[in-house]
């Protein structure tokens, strides 16, 4: 009997993982260049961390997490995103001592949300997180690095940002927000209605469409943030601006975790459909303090790699191709033999390619060649092995160019360091780039404190 895997948790088979190796390639590039390093963290964690951390009254936590009884022990989940993980290592292993870090990850998370086009029981993240620094020129920075991946991918993506304000103001904002819903309650759809009591700000978050009247209508947060909060949003703004990142300042964009404060942005793109954000993220100035560690604020973001690779799909972009260098064509036994050898040679100097130990028919070797995306496949027979010379015929356009076989490593060697360079190979910043304090005094959580 044949079993099926699990429900909203999908194979990626290797033609597709060639996509998703180029996303997970370019996004080490360009992180490197940002100063961020990575981090892997288990997952499986306790329960009681996302709880905590992303908030008990969210759908992630209270509806989607895998959850379970680890032998009659300790209740142990899934990890549904990666932020509450990440945070916990960086507390548990001391790494605030060292001061500001910037972290990323990639991995898969697990919400056992209703499956659906972009929307999976598995899916997986490539996040960053920044910690020690609540300065709003991080925010900024980090959207740009986000705004820079994109770009180098050929992505089209939309920034949306907000603010969603802080314990300042945002309780006096939720009691508004409450009331007001609570007075609309009959012209809101059921999920709405639990949404209330439970997690109001979601309720802006609504899509059905007979509750968007009331929901442009509801009291705006932006118009309710305190002196601090509106100064941080200029700043981000400022720090785009100077960066040349365009966004769209979106007052009703909330975000489905609790964790955040002030800043919180997405970036959505019309090739998604209904699940149209291909990454999220903001600021979490409270987090490290709530888990157990001193203050620190922090922001991150997490993008979803099946969402990504269904963006670069739909525009048409072929998975890189993975093909070997050349194919080893044999005529003869003589010609099978000293595939073997070429074969071995090149690929102690680092070319890859490829044989069909099985031989047969040349005309059926040449499909081969083509299947596994040779770019060139090489007859070896006898008359080869005596003469010591052979001719590369191109897969593709069946042109060919004799070859000495002697020179064949050095050849393919020089074509294949031709190929496009990777521009940015970065293990370390190289350049550490010291500021003047020129922007206006902005009013950070550690001078509210009275901290500085
Ligand atoms: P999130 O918005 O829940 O944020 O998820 C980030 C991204 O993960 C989404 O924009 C989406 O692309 C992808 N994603 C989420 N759920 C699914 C799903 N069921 N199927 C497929 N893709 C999905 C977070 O997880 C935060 N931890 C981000 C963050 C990091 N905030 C601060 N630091």
Redesign the pocket.
Known sequence: MKIAGVKGMNDVLPAEVARWQEMERVAREVFALYGYREVRTPVVEPAQLFARGVGEATD?VNKEMYVFEDKGEELLALR????AGTVRAFIEHGAYVEGPQKWFYLGP?F?R?RPQK????Q?H?I???AFGIAEPFLDAEQIALLADYFARLGVVATLKLNSVGDASCRPAYLAKLKAYLVGRKAELCPDCNERIERNPLRVLDCKVEACQPVLNAAPKLLEELCDGCRAHLDQVKAGLDALGVAYRVDGRLV???D??VRTAY?FTSDALGS?S??????R?DRLVETLGGPPTPG??????E???AMILEKAGRAPPATGPAVFFVSADAEGAMEALRRAAELRKAGVACDLDPRGGKMKAQFKQAERVGARWALVLGGEEVRSGQGKLKDVKTREEKAVALGELVELLRRSASSGPASTFRAPGPWVAIYSARTSAPVDTPRRREGKS
């Open positions: 992630i549904p995103e990666g932020t998370m919400r949300e972009g929307r999976y029981r899916f993240q996040g960053c997180e975000r489905g975790l964790y955040y997405e699940q954000a291909v990454a999220g993220g903001g979490y922001i991150g973001f997490a993008l979803g099946e969402r990504l």
